[in-house]
Every structure is written in structure tokens, then in C-alpha cells.
Nanobody
Framework: QVQLVESGGGLVQPGGSLRLSCAAS????????MAWYRQAPGKQRELVAT???????NYADSVKGRFTISRDNAKKTVYLQMSSLKPEDTAVYYC?????????WGQGTQVTVSS
């Protein structure tokens, strides 16, 4: 059974930075295309960034140039470096597989951007 545990969220001022981590358990992490998602209050969960097993990345237009997704397959961990944060980045951030097949969702980590 795969478990995903997100961490690293918090309260940050506009323009600030945060680094999120997602630790995965179970097998097969290295071959999965992983992704970060976020869900703001009253909104649907949206895809933020994806990273393939070889490290190819894609980003939502809203975060391109500000966020960087990376992974460490040996540690079974995926990261999201967030910079130049804006109030509209406020959301609960989750990691999971990209695509239709999903592992059980973790609890997410809250990111709040406010002065």
C-alpha cells in the first residue's frame, strides 16, 4: 500500500519562498510520473506540476517560472520549490501520480500566502 506524506507548508508573505516535500512509501516510485496538485477553498483540485521518472517537467501556466518540481528516487521523495509566492497560491498542496491512476491521497500541506 502506497502512502504519500506531504510536508513543508506554512504561512509566508507575498514574494516569499517555500519548499514542499512529499515522501512516498511502497514500491515503484522510480517509474511513476509524479505531480503536485493544489486545492484552494471552494475550488477544485488543480494540477500544478509534473515530473517524469527521468526528470522531464511540466508546469501550469500560473506557476511557470516561479515553481520548480524535482525528485529524488533513492529517497522516494518529490519536491516543489515555490518562489515569488502570491496570495492566489494559497491552497492545500498534495502530491500524487500524474494521470488517471492515483495512489491514496495524503493529508496535504497547507500553504498560506498573506501579509
Amino acid at each position: 500500500q502506497v502512502q504519500l506524506v506531504e510536508s513543508g507548508g506554512g504561512l509566508v508573505q507575498p514574494g516569499g519562498s517555500l519548499r514542499l516535500s512529499c515522501a512516498a512509501s511502497g514500491s515503484g516510485f522510480g517509474i511513476k510520473v509524479m505531480a503536485w496538485y493544489r486545492q484552494a477553498p471552494g475550488k477544485q483540485r488543480e494540477l500544478v506540476a509534473t515530473i517524469s521518472s527521468s526528470g522531464s517537467t511540466n508546469y501550469a501556466d500560473s506557476v511557470k517560472g516561479r515553481f520548480t518540481i524535482s525528485r529524488d528516487n533513492a529517497k522516494k521523495t518529490v519536491y516543489l520549490q515555490m518562489s515569488s509566492l502570491k496570495p492566489e497560491d494559497t491552497a492545500v498542496y498534495y502530491c500524487n501520480r500524474a494521470g488517471i491512476l492515483k495512489d491514496p491521497w495524503g493529508q496535504g500541506t497547507q500553504v498560506t500566502v498573506s501579509s
